[in-house]
């Protein structure tokens, strides 16, 4: 597998929440296809709401494997009679990182355009952070012509640069969170291939994570799985977050999140597999798919695994590429641990 070109048509790839239509899901449904080439029974399809699903293998229980292929962005609030475009954050972008920075504009046709902000010459502090509303979109054209190219509502991304190799293993792009798990959903099929199991697996890119969970809402309801399993990034540790978790080892939540016996099936995966990990302790809803799943239908027993990320919700995140295979690497592990005793293990004495 050639890890960083997959993740570099992942992360490229345009799909703010709400518009995953844009790119993404196309992209996604593309790569779910090339690697479901091999087994038998498999299924590529979306559904109406735009979730992208991969099923193979038969026998035993259902489990539905989740990552979410949305990604934060900015949409178009106003266009000034200059030509400049107002923006609004869609799904949390954190303003601070903007100026200056290059983005693409979805208008009528894709438009480049640069971030610009007051000068701090005629700013009344120079040490102020800028908000959303103070900063413009510069696309280089007079009103006329914006306003035939662009509508209020069209989504603005990060430009996408491409994934960048650092030192050490370490990889650096746009839309990490979440196109890197869909990854790692490809990682547990390419193991998958090697492996007997007896189990029907459901892998979905889902929808919407990063404002509504419509996504993992309607496809949870719809697979109606006995099983699943969430993957999402949770925070690196860095210098300026040194509270976040090694970058080299994986975490599995626990909480009311996540059902017990979910997470002792996880772990017993990780250590049989030899997959370093660490515990996250989740004491409420974990702001994942999880928090949707759990609650789908009758109740779903759900587990979270995440790789930590560092710079999340910039143009910059940065992962580890060994730790987030581990994450495909272990839902593989996990699925082939399975046997005809699944409903016990999952029963709660």
């Given at each position: 597998?050639?890890?960083?070109?997959?993740?570099?048509?992942?992360?490229?790839?345009?799909?703010?929440?709400?518009?995953?239509?844009?790119?993404?899901?196309?992209t996604v449904r593309e790569l779910f296809t090339e690697f479901t080439a091999g087994f038998d029974n498999a299924e590529v399809y979306s559904d109406v709401n735009g979730n992208v699903y991969a099923e193979v293998g038969e026998g035993g229980p259902k489990i539905l494997i989740m990552a979410h292929m949305d990604e934060i962005g900015m949409a178009v609030s106003k266009i000034e009679k200059n030509g400049m475009l107002r923006m609004v954050s869609v799904a949390g972008v954190d303003p601070r990182v903007l100026p200056g920075g290059e983005v693409l504009v979805y208008g009528r046709e894709t438009l480049r355009g640069i971030?610009?902000?007051t000068p701090p010459h005629l700013t009344a502090s120079k040490d102020k952070?800028?908000?959303?509303?103070?900063?413009?979109?510069?696309?280089?054209?007079?009103?006329?012509?914006?306003?035939?190219?662009?509508?209020?509502?069209?989504?603005?991304?990060?430009?996408?640069?491409?994934?960048?190799?650092?030192?050490?293993?370490f990889v650096s792009s746009k839309s990490l969170d979440d196109r890197a798990l869909v990854f790692a959903e490809l990682v547990c099929l390419?193991?998958?291939?090697?492996?007997?199991?007896?189990a029907r697996v459901v892998l979905c890119a889902s929808v919407n994570e990063e404002k509504t969970g419509l996504g993992a809402r309607t496809a949870s309801y719809s697979v109606k799985p006995d099983m699943g399993i969430v993957m999402d990034v949770t925070f690196g540790k860095a210098s300026n977050t040194p509270d976040g978790f090694d970058m080299d080892k994986l975490t599995l939540a626990v909480g009311p999140n996540i059902h017990p016996k979910m997470f002792e099936m996880l772990k017993a995966a990780a250590d049989g597999g030899k997959i370093p990990w660490e515990y996250e302790p989740c004491m409420g809803a974990t702001g994942t798919d999880a928090?949707?799943?759990?609650?789908?239908?009758?109740?779903?027993?759900?587990?979270?695994?995440?790789?930590?990320?560092?710079?999340?919700?910039?143009?910059?995140?940065?992962?580890?590429?060994?730790?987030?295979?581990?994450?495909?690497?272990l839902c593989a592990e996990f699925i082939t641990n399975i046997g005809d005793d699944w409903r016990d293990k999952l029963c709660l004495d």
């Open positions: 597998m050639e890890s960083v070109k997959i993740l570099d048509r992942l992360a490229k790839a345009p799909g703010v929440t709400g518009f995953e239509h844009a790119g993404i899901r196309d971030v610009g902000a952070a800028y908000k959303m509303d103070e900063l413009t979109v510069d696309v280089g054209l007079p009103y006329d012509k914006v306003v035939s190219l662009v509508s209020v509502g069209d989504r603005i991304t990060f430009m996408p640069e491409g994934v960048l190799e650092l030192k050490n293993g390419e193991a998958l291939k090697k492996r007997r199991f007896s928090t949707d799943m759990q609650i789908s239908g009758l109740g779903i027993p759900c587990g979270l695994i995440s790789p930590p990320l560092r710079y999340m919700h910039t143009n910059a995140e940065t992962i580890s590429l060994e730790t987030l295979e581990n994450c495909g690497k």
